[in-house]
Structure formats: structure tokens, C-alpha cells
């Protein structure tokens, strides 16, 4: 990203990428914010407030989001929402899910004579990395395969068997033959890759080249590191017509939304591992079986995007900062790219089509039509599937485990709940609970007098 240039006119204070300063705008304001001084006050010599720079990461990255909306993303503006997600995740899971900054070009897309170099001094001198890798049930990684463009690698691991490192030969006896047999011990670490796939959501012979490649370039960057790939675990897949990497995705039919769908990719398989661990259900190859949902709105995942980065600005202030919402008309503060209108960040609904999953068809089902008060027929145009009453009930919720309704043995590597058996936290049947109470909406906008309204909800 070029830096951005200084307006003219404006005074020495103006932030930088990497130094951000507190600065006034033009916030609206309903009375609900507090007054604002009337001239500008700096707040970094205020006792015990975070100084500006604090933020500069996530500031860059939500700002990056805010600057254009057809553009491919920077790789921190797709991580730091991630990290938000993953801090996000029950206690017991936060241990076992990881992931790391994205992929960078020059690993994933270098000539081959290069990979040695590159790989060890980005992977294979970084011990953090390999730690967070061996530590992990599941290993999410967003690539960046090529510039702007990026695939989503997902690993299911286990542990397994490895001589004891505590095996003393001195004190133990020899077998018949008079060798000691050092015995074996479960690793502390993962090691052994059950299950895993790149998913790029591209349907063209030049995204499985993409994907391809990729493959080769993590095998080749993990093997080394003492990390083993279970014969046929990689999960794709393949017809005569059809080729994808599980879970199935939508198809990306533009040149600049592979962010936004790998973040989109890695919140459903989040979700689908909380289900595992909600349900005390053993991990299963539903997480890679099932597809994603077939309606992904560009939009709204960015938009989903800049929410969780600026929570990470508010949590990198101490909490000692909110949302608040700037008037612009025209984005024009990076060199090297026109400015344009801000109504250009706009929503752009027209080309956005909804995916029958598991195919490459695009179909919005038609209205329901109630045939009696138990069956509802639903017919999908394009889908050439038969209505529900002649065909098998399909899952209405993408990331359900296959299997969750039956007794399933409870993942070693997740607690079990103290509830016991599944749907122990459901209430009973009789007790209904109560409705929560009604929001009052603060003044001038409150339905009831100021005498009679509720307490204020802030």
C-alpha cells in the first residue's frame, strides 16, 4: 500500500501509517456522545491513555477496508478480524485452534530455486511458527498464493506415537533377541496431518495450478519440520466436470474478493468447530463434507470485517475509545490512486447470485408455496432437484455436524461439560422463558412521556 499523502494546508500533527495522532473530524453527533471541546486537545498527555501508535496496526487495517470496496484486501486487514474470532472462542478451544499471519507471495508463488531461501528465513527460522502449528488440533491459514489473491489452507492434526523421551536404556531389560525396545508414548505434540485442503473459491484451470502449488509448497515447507501427511488425507472433490477443494464454496467470479471470501471461509469452519465442542462431538470429516452456505455477500463480509477491527482499535486503547461515525464526501488521501466519491463504497448488489451447494449453479429459489399447514414445497430454479416430498431432508444449516443427532465418543482433545449427556442444557419443556423486557428508546425518540418511560438502557 503506497503511504498516504499529506493534504495540503494540513499542520505538522497529521498521522501517518505507522503514527497515527489523534485528529478532529466532522462526527455525528445526537447528543448521546458527549460535547467536545471547542478547540483541539491532544489526549496523549493525558495520565495512563495509550498513545495513538498503539492502534496503528488495526487502524491501518480497518482503514485499508474503508478506502475501496472492488479492491483486493491487505493481508492485515484479512488476519486482524480472524484474531478478533479466535479471541473470541470458548477457553477450551482457543488452545487448540491457531493460526498465523497469511501466507506471503514469496514462499507460495516463488520460482523453485528459490523456496529453500525464502521458506527458511520467513518459516523455518521462526520457532513461534512451528509452536503454534504442533500446538494446534486445527491449523487455519489464509495464503496469499499471488498478489491479492488468496486461498485458505485448513488442517485437521492428532497426535501420536514416539519413543518415550524418558526412556532410560541403562535401567530397562533386553528383549530376547538383546535389544532394548524403547517403548512408546503419546506426543505432546500434533504432528501427524489427518485431514486438510486448499480451498481457493476460483473455478478455472488457473486456480487449480493455483491451488496446486500451494499444495506442493506446504508439503515441502512442513515435512522437514517432522510433520506427517496421512496418505489420502488431502479432501477434494473431483469429477469429470467438477474439481474443488473441500468444504465447497462459492464460486468467485470476480478478480478481487478472495479476502473477503477466505475470511468469510474461515468464520464458518470457526463455527463448525465450536458446534463439535457445544455438542461434545469427536471431530468428524463433516467439517470438510458439508459445504459453506451458498449465499456469500461480498459486502457485508467486509463490512462484518471493519466491525471486528474496530473493536481491536477500542481494545488496543485500553477501552478508552468508541465508534464513532466521520461525514466525508470523497476518498482522496493515497498517493498514486484517484480519489473517488464516498457513495462509491456503496453496496453493489447487481451481480451477487445465490449457489445451489455442492454445484457451480446459481439459482434463487422461488417463493414458498404452502401446500398444507405441514408441507411446505419449495422449488429451486436451476437446481434440478426434486421438491422435498420426494427427496431425502437435507441439512438446513451448513456447518451441523453429520451425525450429531446420535451418541458420539467425546474428543479426547475437548473437555467434556459437566451437563453429561447432549441437551442437558436444553429447558424443560415446561418452563417457558420469560419474554426480555422491551427496549426503551432514549428521548426525543421514546414512545411515552418522560414521566412514565423506563430507565435509560445506557
Not at 100 to 119: K, L, R, Y
Not at 135 to 141: G, H, N, R
Not at 164 to 171: K, L
Not at 371 to 387: D, H, K, M, R, W
Request: charged content about 20%; proline content about 10%.
Amino acid at each position: 500500500m503506497p503511504p498516504r499523502k499529506r493534504p495540503r494546508n494540513q499542520d505538522a500533527s497529521y498521522g501517518t501509517v505507522t503514527s497515527p495522532v489523534f485528529s478532529r473530524a466532522s462526527v455525528l453527533d445526537n447528543g448521546l456522545i458527549g460535547e467536545k471541546p471547542a478547540n483541539k486537545r491532544s489526549l496523549t498527555q493525558e495520565r495512563g491513555y495509550p498513545p495513538p501508535d498503539e492502534a496503528a496496526e488495526d487502524l491501518y487495517a480497518l482503514n485499508s477496508l474503508q478506502l475501496r470496496r472492488d479492491r483486493p484486501i491487505e493481508p492485515g486487514s484479512l488476519i486482524y478480524p480472524v484474531f478478533y474470532l479466535l479471541d473470541s472462542l470458548p477457553r477450551a478451544l482457543k488452545r487448540r485452534v491457531r493460526t498465523w499471519q497469511p501466507g506471503i507471495e514469496e514462499v507460495f508463488n516463488c520460482p523453485q530455486s528459490d523456496f529453500q531461501v525464502n521458506a527458511g528465513k520467513e518459516y523455518w527460522s521462526t520457532r513461534t511458527f512451528w509452536n503454534a502449528v504442533k500446538s494446534s488440533e486445527y491449523f487455519i491459514w489464509p495464503i496469499q498464493a499471488e498478489i491479492g489473491r488468496y486461498v485458505t489452507a485448513i488442517f485437521h492434526l492428532r497426535k501420536g506415537l514416539v519413543n518415550d523421551p524418558n526412556f532410560d536404556p541403562d535401567d530397562s531389560e533386553a528383549s530376547n533377541d538383546g535389544a532394548k525396545d524403547v517403548p512408546q508414548v503419546m506426543s505432546d505434540e500434533y504432528f501427524i496431518i489427518d485431514a486438510w485442503s486448499v480451498v481457493d473459491a476460483v473455478r478455472s484451470n488457473e486456480a487449480i495450478q493455483r491451488v496446486n502449488r500451494v499444495r506442493n509448497r506446504l508439503q515441502q515447507l512442513f515435512k522437514p519440520e517432522g510433520i506427517v501427511f496421512r496418505p489420502g488425507s488431502y479432501q477434494k472433490h473431483k469429477t469429470a466436470t467438477e474439481r474443488w477443494s473441500l468444504p465447497w464454496v462459492p464460486p468467485q467470479t470476480d478478480d478481487w474478493s478472495s479476502g473477503l471470501r477466505s475470511f468469510a471461509l474461515i468464520r464458518q469452519i470457526l463455527q463448525r468447530i465450536i458446534d463439535f465442542y457445544c455438542t461434545e462431538t469427536a471431530h468428524n470429516n463433516s467439517l470438510f463434507n458439508e459445504p459453506t452456505s451458498g449465499w456469500l455477500n461480498v459486502d457485508q463480509v467486509r463490512h462484518e470485517m471493519m466491525g471486528y477491527c474496530a473493536m481491536n482499535c477500542i481494545e488496543d486503547m485500553d477501552y478508552n475509545a468508541r465508534i464513532a461515525i466521520e461525514a466525508i464526501d470523497e476518498i482522496n488521501s493515497i498517493a498514486g490512486i484517484r480519489r473517488i466519491a464516498a457513495r462509491r463504497l456503496a453496496p453493489n448488489n447487481n451481480n451477487k447470485s445465490a449457489w445451489v451447494p455442492h454445484s457451480d449453479k446459481n439459482g434463487v429459489p422461488k417463493k414458498p408455496t404452502v401446500v398444507n399447514s405441514n408441507v411446505v414445497n419449495i422449488a429451486n430454479s436451476g437446481a434440478g432437484q426434486s421438491s422435498p416430498a420426494s427427496s431425502p431432508p437435507q441439512s438446513s444449516h451448513a456447518s451441523t455436524p453429520s451425525g450429531a443427532g446420535s451418541p458420539n465418543p467425546v474428543s479426547p482433545g475437548i473437555p467434556q461439560h459437566s451437563g453429561g449427556a447432549s441437551g442437558a442444557n436444553s429447558p424443560p419443556a415446561s418452563a417457558s422463558p420469560s419474554p426480555a423486557p422491551a427496549w426503551t428508546p432514549p428521548l426525543p425518540f421514546a414512545a411515552s412521556s418522560p414521566s412514565s418511560s423506563s430507565a435509560s438502557p445506557f
